[in-house]
């Protein structure tokens, strides 16, 4: 069973960058045909797909961040990282790691709350 846990600072100042970590068990984050996404949901509003990384490493990001987001992964630790630059108040959320498999969401990780506040 494929487990997802995010791990972030919680409070990050505004201008500074935001960096979250998910680690995978139960699984590689290399096996073919996985695209493994970062997700968040800013209180009061609709989940918001912010990028991926696919099983060979390549990454998407979505076009409204895409300027100031980076996802990259230790295969040796068996995790990716989201880094978002540039942080204001409006990038508080709870982000979350998810598992891609098809059209499908299958894992996510509980998710960790960050939140921008000088």
């Known amino acids: 069973q494929v487990q997802l846990q995010e791990s972030g600072p919680g409070l990050v100042k505004p201008s500074q960058t935001l960096s979250v970590t998910c680690t995978v068990s139960g699984g590689s984050i290399t096996t073919d045909s996985y695209y493994w996404s970062w997700i968040r949901q800013p209180p009061g509003k609709p989940l918001e797909w912010i990028g991926n990384i696919v099983y060979t490493g390549i990454t998407t990001y979505s076009p409204s961040l895409k300027s100031r987001t980076s996802i990259a992964r230790d295969t040796s630790k068996n995790h990716f990282t989201l880094q978002l630059s540039s942080v204001t108040p409006e990038d508080t959320a709870v982000y979350y790691c998810?598992?891609?498999?098809?059209?499908?969401?299958?894992?996510w990780g509980q998710g960790t709350q960050v939140t921008v506040s000088s």
């Open positions: 998810t598992r891609r498999v098809g059209r499908f969401y299958t894992n």
